[in-house]
């Protein structure tokens, strides 16, 4: 009788190991485009990848023109911005996804990834950015999101590997270092 538990038992631990060795990482998550299609992150494996929540009428709004820069110079290398719209802060982006997507194209150039827009904090949040706040998951970046153009920076692997704060410009040498660092792991 024992015999015949051995391989069930060692079948058991196996699948518990391997379990709890999945953990979750930005890559398992979907959002939409901003013209309201599934976009899987996992489309984003193997590179570098910054999540922006952003906004049309707040005083960041002009990290715009930075983070637009700092995606040309790095995406042949590997980096994307994803730009995640949200209402959550003062009301700043009552638009629609198509106002969105039009003002960032035509007052900013935009060519990185936008959203649907979605919520980053409250009730509402979605599950990304439940990820993203679980001060549990990510102690080191965790906790809730405080203002417009929060950024989070996410290595090929999916985890998140530092946050910047609002006030933290995308070409600041804070972020550009910590970009670059991630950049040289990328495997080609």
Known sequence: MIRALVPAMICLAFC???LIGAEKNVYDYTLNTIDGQPAPLSAYKGKVVMLVNVASRCGFTPQYTALEAIYEKYKDRGFVIVGIPANNFGSQEPGTNQEIKTFCQSKYN????????????????????????????????????????TKFLVGPGGQIIAR?????????????????????????
């Open 16 to 18: 518990a190991a391997v």
């Open 110 to 149: 935009v060519t990185f990834p936008m959203m649907s827009k979605v919520s980053v904090k409250g009730e509402d949040k979605t599950p990304l950015y439940q990820y993203l706040t679980d001060k549990t998951t990510n102690p080191k970046t965790g906790g809730d999101i405080q203002w417009n153009f």
């Open 164 to 188: 910047f704060e609002p006030a933290v410009t995308p070409d600041s040498p804070e972020v550009t270092g910590a970009l670059e660092k991630a950049l040289v792991s990328i495997k080609r």
